[in-house]
């Protein structure tokens, strides 16, 4: 038997070889296909809004970063099991999101809304220019019975494990029927090969995709925001780790303070989505 | 065709790294999963209850759920385990593992549950007359295991160790969610990025296809070697 | 460990058992009929057909099932000519894209397995038929085929079980099969170890069924 016990010990101690130990290095996951939240250029690197901001963050923090990628399904469960300290993935604050991880204050925001091809019979719904889900006044109400007969029955395609797809599953635009795809982008081909009656994301990765493909992507419908789909983007931080969510909210208020978000979130989405 | 071109308009390079990796997952995987035989073999062979029942369930539960299911399950919940046993030995600091590490032993798991029948197998077959000349001959156990009984397994077991190995050359494209850029991932980044999912799909499966001819082509040669003498 | 969740999961995840047994059947049946087909060009003498049929179990084969529902699915949906044919109205449902994948994939191991089957039948019960006057035709109908299923239920029931697995990709394109559903669980619980081993055990309780089914067929089958 002590040759078991030595063979499980070299296997280990091997692991332990191969893989290292970062001391006061802060490691951020992001996903990189989320344009233009954070995404990759031509040659692979990781480029985006919070690609930037992280790194602003990073320097008021006065830590080494490092910038991890990550696939979204498994964003917070990577985040749980050590892989990176931090999320910053265009990952909205939700009370079931809060439920597993701790946020850092909103450092931006997103509305979202829903694509279609041009041409088809959902556009020119006649609702409000936006609506805010945590207070369902008598418009939003309005608007949602709109939505709930347009889209019934109808496909709408959503990323997975998203608020666009707890909103669809809220019921409150009654018996859709959501098809939930790994990433993004395959919501966009989708969307564009004529599989998806529409489609709901956040409104800035529509237009960022038909800027970026040429294909005739149009919003309809309202803006969403509130309610189920959040409140704000923040960074995602373990639980125990309360110390890094301090340190992260004071490094936020100082670059909001400078204004650094507002300039970063105006490079990338032609607008300030600051918090 | 440009858009295969080596250098940074290309993904030409980026596709030829990638194939690499799913070759070097591949052989890892298969050796990592030999290693799993190694314990697991003996333990199916032996005449004590309990450890037959240990690795029949190694074997059957690996074969008789998704690849999916067995990969996912390592990668979420394998590190917490490792980090786990890891503290009993006294190491609190968390262990970062490298994606090619995760993926080769969570693919290994997967090759060393079919190699371990493949040996099995091979071995139940060999006629009882070897062991017991050996047996009678006075040879030492470790002796006559390598130098009578292995070979003559090696050579029945090569041609359904081929078969393991194609199990695991393509379940090398199943291991993306581990992060790792083998084929499937490279693709899939390519197709999302050009919008052209048909092209580079078909093309990743031209490389598993000549991936397999060139595995095929070597395993004959090495099944050649083996049956000489017989 | 949580066991409130293992429960409370399990009527979601036996429902989608339901579905992954739906794809598992359907791509069977396609599956076999498409294998028998392609047995039987491989056996034939024309070297067009027989060369073209060793192609095609090659190439499905040779290639991960992944790729393959990825270009059925994806592939095919880019391609902007198909979205205006008669094709569409199938091609357009993950669903069925997943069953083409599938039927062609396990279509090819089939014909495989049938192929060999054929190949190993002793020529002397074809000749025998023959000396006693009956056609090619009824030989091959009442003869070869019975003996064939006999001679491959051992290799067909193993690809029935990988096919079963296969299934678990169908989630890869928006189905929510059993691995789907697993999957969805999961990213609203966070909880992947629970989830996926009663997953896992469903799949496993499946393959012992098929299994078993298997060798009563066998049993049943075999009059020596």
């Not at chain 1, 490092?66 to 990176?84: C, H, N, S, T, Y």
């Not at chain 1, 294909?215 to 704000?232: D, E, H, Q």
């Not at chain 2, 539960?61 to 006294?90: C, D, H, Q, T």
Request: net charge positive; proline share 3%; hydrophobic share 45%.
């Amino acid at each position: 038997m002590n040759i078991f016990k030595k063979t499980i010990l070299t296997v280990i101690l091997s692991f332990l070889l191969i893989g290292s130990a970062y001391a006061g290095k802060i490691k951020i996951g992001t996903e990189g296909a989320y344009p233009p939240w954070n995404s990759k250029d031509a040659s692979g690197k990781l480029i985006g809004f919070e690609v930037e901001l992280a790194w602003t963050l990073c320097r008021y923090i006065g830590e080494q970063c490092e910038i991890v990628e990550q696939d979204w399904d498994g964003m917070i469960p990577a985040l749980i099991m050590r892989k990176f300290d931090a999320i910053m993935a265009g990952m909205s604050i939700t009370a079931e999101r809060q439920k597993a991880i701790s946020f850092s204050q909103g450092y931006a925001d997103e509305v979202a809304s829903l694509a279609v091809i041009k041409g088809s019979p959902l556009e020119g719904m006649e609702t409000s220019e936006g609506i805010n889900l945590t207070k369902k006044t008598g418009a939003v109400k309005k608007d949602l019975k709109t939505l709930t007969s347009a889209l019934a029955g109808k496909t709408v395609c959503v990323q997975t494990a998203t608020i666009h797809q707890n909103f669809l599953e809220s019921g409150d635009v009654g018996k859709v029927n959501v098809r939930t795809y790994k990433t993004q982008d395959e919501v966009n081909l989708d969307l564009a090969a004529g599989r998806c009656d529409a489609a709901l994301a956040a409104a800035v990765a529509f237009s960022d995709y038909a800027e970026k493909s040429g294909k005739p992507v149009v919003l309809v419908g309202p803006t969403f925001s509130g309610g189920a789909f959040g409140n704000g983007v923040g960074v995602g931080i373990r639980k125990d780790d309360t110390e890094l969510l301090n340190t992260f909210n004071k490094a936020i208020n100082q670059a909001r303070n400078n204004g650094d978000i507002s300039r970063i979130a105006i490079k990338w989405f032609g607008f300030d989505a600051s918090m | 065709m440009e858009l295969l071109a080596f250098g940074k308009t290309g993904w030409g390079d980026e596709l030829f790294y990638a194939t690499l990796m799913t070759i070097a997952v591949s052989i890892t995987a298969m050796l990592i999963g030999f290693l799993f035989s190694l314990i697991f073999t003996p333990l199916k062979l032996s005449n004590n209850k309990i450890l037959n029942f240990i690795a029949n369930s190694y074997t059957t539960v690996i074969r008789g759920v998704p690849e999916l299911l067995v990969i996912y399950l390592f990668f979420f919940g394998g590190s917490g385990a490792i980090m786990y046993v890891a503290s009993i030995f006294g190491y609190f600091e968390y262990i970062e593992i490298n994606a090619f590490i995760t993926g080769s032993v969570a693919i290994g798991i997967i090759s060393g549950a079919y190699s371990t029948e493949v040996f099995r197998g091979a071995i139940n077959s060999i006629d009882k007359g070897q062991f017991e000349a050996c047996k009678v001959l006075g040879f030492k156990k470790y002796i006559y295991f390598f130098k009578v009984i292995m070979p003559q397994m090696l050579r029945l077991a090569i041609p359904n160790l081929s078969n393991v190995w194609q199990i695991t050359l393509k379940d090398t494209s199943l291991i993306s969610v581990t992060g790792l850029v083998e084929i499937m991932r490279q693709s899939y980044i390519a197709a999302g990025s050009t919008r052209d999912p048909l092209f580079f799909y078909s093309f990743a499966a031209v490389l598993y296809l000549m991936l397999t001819f060139l595995s095929m082509k070597l395993i004959n040669k090495l099944e050649y070697k083996y049956s000489r003498g017989f | 460990m949580d066991t409130g969740l293992m429960v409370a999961s399990l009527p979601k995840l036996l429902s989608a058992a339901v579905i992954t047994l739906k794809l598992l059947s359907l791509s069977l049946i396609f599956g076999l009929f498409i294998g028998l087909l392609f047995a039987i060009l491989r056996l034939n003498k024309n070297p067009l057909l027989n060369n073209f049929a060793y192609g095609y179990s090659y190439v499905f084969r040779g290639t991960p099932l992944l790729v393959q529902i990825f270009i059925i699915y994806f592939g095919l949906g880019q391609i902007e000519y198909l979205r205006s044919t008669i094709l569409w109205v199938v091609l357009k449902e993950p669903y069925w894209c997943a069953i083409i994948a599938f039927a062609l994939n396990t279509g090819a191991y089939t014909s495989e397995i049938l192929r060999s089957a054929f190949q190993t039948i002793k020529p002397g019960i074809i000749e025998a038929g023959k000396s006693l006057g009956i056609s090619n035709r009824i030989i091959f109908y009442k003869v070869q085929i019975p003996i064939a299923i006999k001679q491959s239920l051992p290799a067909y029931g193993n690809e029935i079980i990988l096919m079963m697995k296969g299934t678990s990709l169908a989630s890869t394109v928006t189905l929510m099969d059993l691995t789907g559903v697993a999957k969805y669980i999961i990213s609203t619980t966070f909880k992947p170890i629970e989830v996926f081993i009663v997953a896992g055990g469903i799949y496993l309780f499946m393959t012992f069924v098929i299994h078993n089914l298997i060798k009563y067929l066998e049993k049943k089958f075999s009059y020596q």
